[in-house]
């Protein structure tokens, strides 16, 4: 019986562990599939990076390429007209303000900035028609108006928009601009500014400015042969970073002129670098002051305006710049 039982228990043992195998292959099989495919798939990710990482390159390359590439690209544009011309690999930028144009403008050769003397004159006698003055001063800083006056650079000639006579002489209402950003516009006579008008100077620097105090001077009313002649007003303005202290820097002058000098009464206004100013009254005779009074001062300087609400308050001047006094820097082939 013993042994009989003994056979039992072995029988009963070996089919107990065909029970578990049977159980547990299954498990090791789930679990090698798995294991496989996680290896091929984390094989199949690394080659998706790879292959990623060599599209990125090969974009990179093929765009570096393309702009490093001249055989199909355009051909620069000349001076005159590239500024005009979007870039093709950029939209095209906001147009620079006049002010910006102007401090910029020591990089500019104006022998190759194309203008049209009469589209832009009759543009700026629009304006001027309209007593629009910061049109024409916005005008007047376009690097195509500069172009225009610097053509004229060295010469008493003027191009001219308006009204002429029958020998095509400029005669009645019309415009001109001179050299060194002057310009014109009023009444004109066989071919002379004759009757009433406004002169404007613009003094437009190229570079950094540092010495010169105007930023424009103006003069408006009567002429004659050219010149201001009659009644008529100057007006100067300023650089005010570039005033001395203490000093009166004359702003308004009204008053008569005689061949383009200061010639009879005179009310005058002038500021200080602090912002205060002033109010004077002077007679002028052929280009020079009448002195208010016998007084000099150390230098010799004598006096010559006498200020409005104080009668020993003065403007004193040397006697040897007392004389031709008028419309500075006006260009005319009739002036002395």
Same mark, same amino acid.
């Given at each position: 019986?013993?042994?009989?039982?003994?056979?039992?228990?072995?029988?009963?043992?070996?089919?107990?562990?065909?029970?578990?195998?049977?159980?547990?292959?299954?498990?090791?099989?789930?679990?090698?599939?798995?294991?496989?495919?996680?290896?091929?798939?984390?094989?199949?990710?690394?080659?998706?990076?790879?292959?990623?990482?060599?599209?990125?390159?090969?974009?990179?390359? +093929?765009?570096?390429?393309? +702009?490093?590439?001249?055989?199909?690209?355009?051909?620069?544009?000349?001076?005159?007209?590239?500024?005009?011309?979007?870039?093709?690999?950029?939209?095209?930028?906001?147009?620079?303000?006049?002010?910006?144009?102007?401090?910029?403008?020591?990089?500019?050769?104006?022998?190759?900035?194309?203008?049209?003397?009469?589209?832009?004159?009759?543009?700026?006698?629009?304006?001027?028609?309209?007593?629009?003055?910061?049109?024409?001063?916005?005008?007047?800083?376009?690097?195509?108006?500069?172009?225009?006056?610097?053509?004229?650079?060295?010469?008493?000639?003027?191009?001219?928009?308006?009204?002429?006579?029958?020998?095509?002489?400029?005669?009645?209402?019309?415009?001109?601009?001179?050299?060194?950003?002057?310009?014109?516009?009023?009444?004109?006579?066989?071919?002379?500014?004759?009757?009433?008008?406004?002169?404007?100077?613009?003094?437009?620097?190229?570079?950094?400015?540092?010495?010169?105090?105007?930023?424009?001077? @103006?003069?408006?009313?009567?002429?004659?042969?050219?010149?201001?002649?009659?009644?008529?007003? +100057?007006?100067?303005?300023?650089?005010?970073?570039?005033? @001395?202290?203490?000093?009166?820097?004359?702003?308004?002058?009204?008053?008569?002129?005689?061949?383009?000098?200061?010639?009879?009464?005179?009310?005058?206004?002038?500021?200080?670098?602090?912002?205060?100013?002033?109010?004077?009254?002077?007679?002028?005779?052929?280009?020079?002051?009448?002195?208010?009074?016998?007084?000099?001062? @150390?230098?010799?300087?004598?006096?010559?305006?006498?200020?409005?609400?104080?009668?020993?308050?003065?403007?004193?001047?040397?006697?040897?710049?007392?004389?031709?006094?008028?419309?500075?820097?006006?260009?005319? +082939?009739?002036?002395?």
């Amino acid at each position: 019986m013993k042994k009989i039982f003994e056979e039992d228990d072995n029988e009963h043992s070996d089919f107990d562990r065909r029970k578990i195998l049977v159980a547990v292959i299954p498990f090791v099989l789930i679990i090698i599939i798995l294991a496989v495919t996680l290896l091929v798939n984390g094989i199949k990710k690394d080659d998706g990076r790879e292959e990623l990482q060599q599209s990125i390159m090969d974009y990179a390359d +093929e765009k570096t390429g393309a +702009e490093n590439r001249t055989d199909n690209a355009p051909s620069a544009l000349p001076a005159e007209t590239a500024s005009a011309v979007p870039s093709p690999y950029s939209s095209a930028e906001p147009e620079a303000t006049p002010y910006q144009e102007v401090m910029e403008a020591e990089t500019v050769d104006y022998s190759k900035v194309k203008f049209n003397q009469q589209e832009q004159l009759k543009e700026m006698m629009g304006y001027w028609e309209n007593n629009n003055q910061k049109a024409l001063d916005d005008l007047a800083n376009l690097d195509r108006f500069i172009a225009m006056s610097w053509q004229l650079s060295g010469t008493d000639r003027y191009y001219y928009y308006g009204a002429t006579n029958s020998d095509g002489q400029p005669d009645g209402k019309g415009i001109a601009v001179y050299a060194d950003n002057q310009y014109y516009y009023g009444d004109w006579k066989n071919g002379v500014r004759n009757g009433k008008g406004t002169w404007m100077h613009y003094h437009i620097h190229l570079k950094k400015n540092t010495t010169d105090l105007y930023t424009y001077h @103006q003069y408006t009313g009567e002429w004659a042969n050219d010149l201001p002649s009659g009644e008529g007003s +100057e007006h100067y303005d300023y650089d005010t970073a570039l005033l @001395q202290k203490g000093i009166g820097y004359d702003t308004n002058k009204i008053g008569s002129y005689a061949e383009g000098l200061v010639n009879g009464d005179f009310y005058l206004t002038n500021i200080y670098a602090d912002g205060t100013s002033k109010e004077w009254n002077a007679k002028a005779e052929h280009g020079s002051w009448v002195y208010q009074s016998e007084n000099k001062d @150390q230098k010799g300087n004598r006096t010559v305006y006498v200020n409005v609400s104080n009668p020993d308050d003065y403007v004193w001047i040397q006697p040897k710049d007392n004389v031709n006094i008028g419309v500075p820097c006006l260009i005319s +082939e009739n002036k002395n």
